[in-house]
DNA sequence: CGCTATGTTGATCCATATCAATAAGTGTGG
DNA sequence: CCACACTTATTGATATGGATCAACATAGCG
């Protein structure tokens, strides 16, 4: 693997603590590859050989069953997935696909769970990060069982606002499509939830969204830190 | 904490692999408490003092946003909630409260994060016990997203049989209306679940369930071991 | 430029929630 | 131990959120 991956996988808080040797030692075994968009990377089902941690591009998590399927999350640079399989030497619970050309590095699993037992930052790093993600399960759960659709999607709405910058004006970074079974609804209802928005300053013209009057939007989406707040 | 607890507790898998030493350490500070049926232990938002252990009896742990409320989970003897909290020293994110009498030990969670970066057995039995709640709730969500109300009964009731030794008949654990909000429903909607589900071989008495023809029950449940096995 | 995938809108259908009434338990205190 | 109160379960009637189907518009993309 090229040495000029080193420093943003290094970055990570799961990398960053960890003795030089034994993040060397991981390195020693992984490598990036370059994925044109909408490849199929891993099948539900699979055993978790490899531990990936996405450097450009993105990745859909998502899920099938008889005939239905949905989109579980979507990882950025530079984020890892599937962790909590590789801890458990489990076979994946998710597929995962590329949504855009994106460089993946692959760390054997094996490697992961050996260097675990060696250092204990490293393990440390893993207990935090897998902490963190199951929380954001939970407040995905939560949203599903708790709002309805359009409540969800306003909550969305304010999330990404917020990670805009709290600018008023920002773009979604999904297709709506995906949008729509990340929110776990379909791409008709999605539309229509948009429209039943307008009437509270929201603003749509094709993945461009305003909003007018953040308080306004906040009265109908009435946002909670334990499930909109994905730092806590 | 009464030395007569320490057996159970210690055979948790979280706690098997331990020192002695750290053992005794972290239940130094725990204490042991009896608990009537319907009290409330934690409440959504309150900072995670101590990892809870339920010892005897049972605890609903339940979410409410903006007048509704879902049940979550139940955990049962001998098991630990609240792990992902405490290691990342967060507010909790659901509240919890007893369904019955039940014995509940109260570890303080500081003392598990410092025994966590002493003991690598224990960091080692964390990290493994946390990836299998992960998964759990991924399962949890899959189930919510891709099938329908009676899907979800139908396969329930399945892993339920399973659970029970594959007879044919077995008892329900929960009240029906705390299953239905387990499940995502309202009770009514899971009467008429039930009433559908006796085309298909299942009979109900009371919380008494009689599956009989499992194949049958199979065609129409489709269970998939990657939402409803929950060894894996 | 034309093809294909995506997004929108309308009409309709279906699953599920809500509301209401009743029945059946369950627990409590006299 | 029974009577009463209260919660839970069931059933029916109805309302509604959301899915599906179909048509069309639009936007990307080769």
Same mark, same amino acid.
């Given at each position: 693997m090229p040495e000029s991956d080193y420093p943003e996988i290094r970055g990570l808080h799961l990398f960053r603590n960890m003795t030089d040797a034994h993040f060397a030692a991981l390195m020693r075994g992984a490598y990036v590859q370059n994925f044109p968009p909408q490849i199929e990377l891993i099948a539900e089902g $699979?055993?978790? $050989?490899f531990l990936h941690v996405v450097l450009s591009g993105s990745v859909d998590l998502f899920s099938a069953w008889n005939g239905r399927e949905t989109s579980m999350s979507t990882v950025r640079p530079i984020a890892t997935f599937i962790l909590a399989a590789t801890i458990r030497d489990g076979p994946y619970l998710m597929s995962a696909r590329t949504l855009e050309k994106s460089r993946i590095a692959l760390i054997p699993s094996q490697d992961v769970r050996a260097i675990f037992d060696e250092d204990h930052d490293f393990a440390r790093a893993i207990v935090t990060e897998l902490a963190l993600h199951f929380r954001s399960v939970i407040k995905a759960h939560k949203d599903l069982k708790l709002r309805t659709s359009s409540e969800r999607l306003a909550n969305y709405l304010l999330r990404q606002q917020t990670r805009a910058g709290g600018d008023a004006e920002f773009d979604l970074r999904f297709e709506k499509r995906r949008l729509a079974s990340l929110l776990g609804m379909t791409p008709e209802n999605l539309s229509r939830a948009f429209r039943g928005l307008h009437a509270h300053g929201v603003r749509v013209d094709g993945s461009h969204i305003t909003i007018s009057d953040r308080g306004r939007l906040e009265r109908i989406a009435r946002p909670s830190p334990f499930i909109d707040d994905h730092t806590i």
């Open positions: $699979d055993p978790s $050989d």
